[in-house]
């Protein structure tokens, strides 16, 4: 299948700091990107919907203020933290979706806050 | 919210065929059933998908109830490394193309020697 590389797939911050991670389709082009967030033991929760070039969905009950999230092109997606704090800790994974609809999911991102 | 319903767990003896069921009595007529698995610690991986027809791949069979209220997801011959957590998932919103993968509670399939 179709591969989605997330970048970095550990980071450890102070709180009060932003960290942003990157999501990648590396084989085909995306038109529509997705993030997750997942807490130990639980599901997986969407947070927001984006398409290249426009501004992103969100969920109800997630903060795009605090979630900022950019789909500059076809193959590449961030999702910025902001002001991290230990209760944004959590395991972050997107998904890259592409024109047939196939629905393909990174490898996750484990964020620390301390 | 999900419109899915699955067991919290399940145990399977390896060799064995599993057979993990999913309720979705709310589906609506273009929506289709989208299983995906999660070895811990992973993103989550696509198994099969349908709409109302039984379909079969490498991997699994998908088995849907003619009124469309539940399917099975069927591995039959389960090895240790199927143990994960499969996700039954109702696409909603935009058919085969569209809308969003909302992921339920899941069931954790432990395959055992």
């Known amino acids: 299948g179709a591969v989605v590389s997330q970048h970095p797939s550990r980071v450890i911050c102070k709180s009060g700091t932003s960290v942003k991670i990157e999501c990648r389709s590396l084989?085909?082009?995306?038109?529509?990107m997705f993030w997750y967030r997942q807490f130990p033991k639980k599901s997986l929760m969407l947070m927001a919907t984006?398409?290249?070039?426009?501004?992103?969905?969100?969920e109800q009950g997630v903060e795009k203020d605090k979630f900022l999230i950019n789909h500059a092109s076809l193959t590449l997606s961030t999702l910025t933290v902001t002001s991290a704090h230990p209760e944004d800790s959590s395991f972050y994974i997107c998904?890259?979706?592409?024109?047939?609809?196939?629905?393909?999911f990174g490898p996750g991102t484990r964020l620390t806050v301390l | 919210d999900a419109k899915t319903t699955q067991p919290p767990s399940m145990d399977c003896a390896e060799g064995r065929a599993a057979n993990l069921p999913c309720n979705h009595s709310?589906?609506?007529?273009?929506?289709?059933v989208y299983w995906y698995r999660q070895i811990h610690s992973q993103g989550p991986q696509y198994i099969i998908h349908?709409?109302?027809n039984n379909e079969t791949n490498e991997m699994a069979s998908l088995i849907i109830t003619e009124d469309r209220k539940s399917s099975t997801l069927i591995l039959p011959h389960a090895t240790l490394r199927d143990t994960a957590v499969y996700y039954c998932?109702?696409?909603?919103?935009?058919?085969?193309?569209?809308?969003?993968?909302?992921f339920g509670q899941g069931t954790e399939l432990s395959v055992k020697p």
């Open positions: 998904s890259a979706r592409e024109q047939s609809g196939e629905q393909f």
């Open positions: 998932i109702v696409r909603v919103g935009g058919g085969n193309q569209g809308g969003k993968l909302i």
């Open positions: 084989d085909f082009q995306a038109t529509t």
């Open positions: 984006s398409n290249e070039g426009s501004k992103a969905t969100y």
């Open positions: 709310t589906i609506s007529g273009n929506e289709y």
């Open positions: 349908g709409l109302k």
